[in-house]
């Protein structure tokens, strides 16, 4: 395919130059700096509400409520884009706990798109209501099915309020994905294209027009014209940005991602996330080895990632493990824990840590 001009993106009154959502990636990985940066050369740069108050308040110096720390990050990463692009935040279902403050927080910041998965944000427009900012704010539900597509539409209907676009997340995504066994996941009905068909059935049957944007396992501006040319307004992508310098992972976590080979990522589950959903982790990472050898006692002290408002974790080692002192270590936020490093599936085809102004213009064709 020959390289061509991206349409931009349109979602809600927001213009998006270049059709690039950088996708929220927890914890402290999608930073101020990367969406800032992400934002500035035109894009929709994402920042992530998991443990934001720990991490906004040790930037900080002192103590915030995630509802502070959720509108000084949107305030931080505005700054960076110096007036480009756009800034969303992405904000976990499965965070129960600060997931309304977080929403009204970055609502408080300016936000431009509030975009939630890891669970069916049924309550996202209820909540976003309550905020003056509410007609401003595009809400983007992210979806691995058509159904699910279909089911927040039903709830959404009753607050007169409809998605504004939807991001359709596919099986070979970095982070959580929304199947809880590999088989079902990695099914030739689950490929992006076929969830993609359904969302757009769904949507027409809805009359609803809004953009599609498509995530998981996309590397290429070639990739992005594809996505394009079956329906999408947009991609979503994620383990793209962490492999710049502007991401939160730190030296090891992007040395192992640029080596990694195929064999080297697997679907955890047994254990797995506590919340239940397939978790892609790079296998060597030494919180996930240790979890595999069942070394770590059950324990759940922070609290943020909860599955039917518990954490599994707590009281067995076996189904699953805690994700959240892994995945804060791997950003200096726990001290005492080892690291736990999550990709894409297209990790193994990164060669090199780029800058987010490079991998802008080469996702752009340039
Ligand atoms: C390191 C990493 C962390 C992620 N964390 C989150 C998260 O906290 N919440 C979320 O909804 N998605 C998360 N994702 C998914 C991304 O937002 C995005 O949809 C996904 O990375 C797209 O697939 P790709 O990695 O193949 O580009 C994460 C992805 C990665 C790679």
Redesign the pocket.
């Given at each position: 395919m020959s390289k061509q001009i991206l349409p931009e993106l349109k979602i809600r009154n927001k213009k998006i130059n270049v059709p690039v959502i950088q996708?929220?990636?927890?914890i402290g990985?999608s930073n101020f700096n990367l969406a800032g940066s992400v934002a500035r050369e035109g894009g929709l740069g994402?920042l992530?509400s998991?443990a934001l108050d720990r991490i906004v308040s040790a930037r900080k110096g002192h103590k915030v409520n995630s509802r502070e720390a959720a509108r000084l990050d949107v305030l931080d990463a505005r700054e960076i884009s110096n007036g480009h692009g756009a800034i969303g935040m992405?904000i976990?279902v499965a965070l129960v706990n600060s997931y309304e403050d977080s929403v009204l927080g970055a609502m408080d910041g300016g936000v431009d798109a509030i975009?939630s998965?890891?669970g069916l944000p049924f309550s996202l427009s209820e909540i976003a209501k309550k905020h003056p900012r509410f007609e401003e704010v595009a809400l983007i539900p992210?979806v691995s099915s058509g159904r699910a597509a279909e089911v927040i539409l039903k709830k959404w209907e009753k607050t007169n309020r409809m998605p504004d676009a939807f991001?359709v997340?596919g099986p070979?995504?970095?982070?959580?994905i929304g199947w809880r066994d590999e088989e079902t996941a990695m099914a030739p009905e689950n490929r992006l294209e076929n969830l993609i068909k359904e969302v757009i059935d769904v949507c027409f049957a809805w009359n609803l027009d809004i953009p599609i944007i498509a995530?998981?396992?996309?590397y290429s501006h070639e990739d992005i014209l594809h996505y394009l040319s079956l329906g999408c307004s947009g991609v979503?992508?994620?383990?793209?940005f962490?492999a710049t310098h502007e991401s939160g992972a730190n030296d090891e976590y992007k040395k192992m991602l640029v080596d990694c080979k195929e064999s080297d990522i697997e679907l955890a589950s047994k254990p797995g996330s506590p919340c239940g959903m397939l978790f892609r982790v790079l296998k060597a990472s030494p919180f996930y080895q240790e979890a595999l050898a069942h070394a770590r006692v059950p324990k759940c002290d922070k609290g943020y990632l909860l599955n039917k408002g518990k954490c599994p974790a707590k009281e067995n080692n076996e189904t699953s493990f805690c994700i959240c002192n892994g995945l804060l270590a791997s950003v200096a936020l726990a001290p005492t824990e080892k690291n736990l490093y999550?990709?894409?599936?297209?990790a193994v085809k990164i060669k090199k840590i780029d800058t987010v102004r490079s991998l802008m213009l080469e996702l752009q064709g340039a």
């Open positions: 996708g929220g990636m927890g990985l994402v992530s998991a992405n976990m975009i998965g890891a992210i991001v997340e070979l995504a970095g982070g959580h995530a998981g396992g996309i979503q992508m994620g383990t793209r962490l999550t990709v894409g599936q297209c």
